[in-house]
């Protein structure tokens, strides 16, 4: 089996590879893919989703593949960008490949789920969050995660419970993801009768946020919510500090890796995200954690969400015999649960989970751990 560093070196140069995993199986292999942010800004994120992956094939055909068949693994870089996604997408429905763990970035899923689903391939993201994925989705749209407006909903409640008249930014980085994840967080603070004092976009992809957090200092902010990626949230809350601003920083699930404490060091110290209950300690996950430790690997933030998405497809694929794309999406309807090392997961009529489950996490010594009610 290929190991983590070897895969990455395969794949580093190239938008789309293939890395089929373990014992043979008979007949011709079955084609899926991983599509998600392999290099750019959120390439942590893209990592984690590749891992899963990359580890729930090995496993499907370390135990003889599905319906006797190999499965291959083609890796597709969308960089989160959406005209990219859309070129992923057709590469992969040029390959034939049946099925879609990604992407993970909403303004990448939501254009490249057209082409799926024009050209019959189902779809599956660990990570796109906002609800236009599966309100405006096609036959083959689903999501073994929750949704902003079930996220924000929870961040804003948070806030005003627990930040009660301190004055609070809301940023976003004006993309489906995050400008979707801030309009939910203020609709939900505002209900509780809270009103922020600055509801303003940022530009992703600078690395200088002075003049904006300077602005956030004249206001008086004390609490800045960012609706946005890892990267430039890290970077807002480390020069927010440098300007000497006692704020706590919260995010959303995009804030799951620990690439974020390499961007802010000590300044990320008490920041808090939202994200679900922590999969590495659930036990339907006990086993599949300890394969991944014991290679040095932790599966955090999107990891075991994308070897989830791997095994419902193949747990469907083999339920109803078929590996057809609109049957198995049929199936996964109609049936379930499936049980996945996130537990047992039911998808409603839109693709959507049926038990969305947010909760806080807070950071501490470049770790972070769920907040205890």
Not at 279 to 302: H, T
Request: with cysteine.
């Amino acid at each position: 089996m290929l190991n983590r560093r070897t895969l990455l070196q395969a794949t580093a140069a190239l938008p789309v590879a293939l890395a089929g995993t373990g014992a043979l199986a008979q007949g011709a292999p079955i084609r899926i893919a991983c599509a998600g942010p392999l290099t750019g800004s959120n390439a942590a994120a893209g990592d984690q989703m590749k891992t899963g992956a990359t580890q729930a094939v090995a496993d499907l055909n370390a135990a003889g593949g599905v319906l006797g068949r190999k499965v291959e693994l083609a890796l597709g870089d969308d960089a989160c960008d959406p005209r990219q996604a859309v070129s992923v997408a057709n590469q992969m429905a040029g390959q034939k490949v049946v099925f879609v763990a990604g992407h993970y970035c909403s303004g990448s899923s939501i254009p490249a789920s057209k082409v799926y689903a024009e050209e019959g391939v189902l779809q599956i993201s660990p990570a796109s969050t906002n609800p236009k994925f599966t309100d405006e989705g096609s036959w083959n749209t689903f999501r073994v995660c929750g949704r902003d407006d079930q996220q924000g909903q929870v961040a804003g409640k948070y806030i005003a419970e627990n930040f009660k008249g301190r004055k609070v930014a809301i940023l976003h980085d004006n993309q489906a993801y995050g400008k979707g994840l801030a309009e939910e967080t203020r609709k939900s603070l505002n209900a509780a009768g809270q009103k922020e004092v600055l509801f303003t976009a940022y530009n992703p992809g600078e690395r200088d946020y002075n003049a904006l957090v300077s602005r956030m200092k004249e206001a008086g902010v004390e609490v800045i919510y960012v609706g946005g990626y890892y990267t430039e949230a890290g970077l807002i809350l480390r020069q927010a500090k440098e300007q000497g601003m006692n704020v706590t920083l919260i995010g959303g699930d995009a804030l799951v890796t620990k690439d974020f404490w390499q961007i802010t060091g000590a300044a990320g110290e008490g920041a808090l995200m939202t994200f679900s209950s922590d999969p590495r300690n659930r036990p339907a996950a006990a086993k599949v954690v300890q394969s991944f430790k014991a290679k040095n690997i932790d599966p955090e933030g999107y990891v075991l969400y994308t070897y989830a998405a791997v095994q419902i497809w193949a747990a469907a694929a083999e339920k109803i015999k078929s590996t057809d794309p609109k049957k198995i999406a049929a199936e996964l309807k109609s049936g379930g649960p499936w049980q996945t090392v996130l537990g047992p997961i039911s998808f409603d009529r839109k693709g959507d989970v049926t038990v969305p489950d947010y909760v806080f996490y807070v950071w501490k010594n470049g770790n972070y751990s769920e907040v205890k009610a």
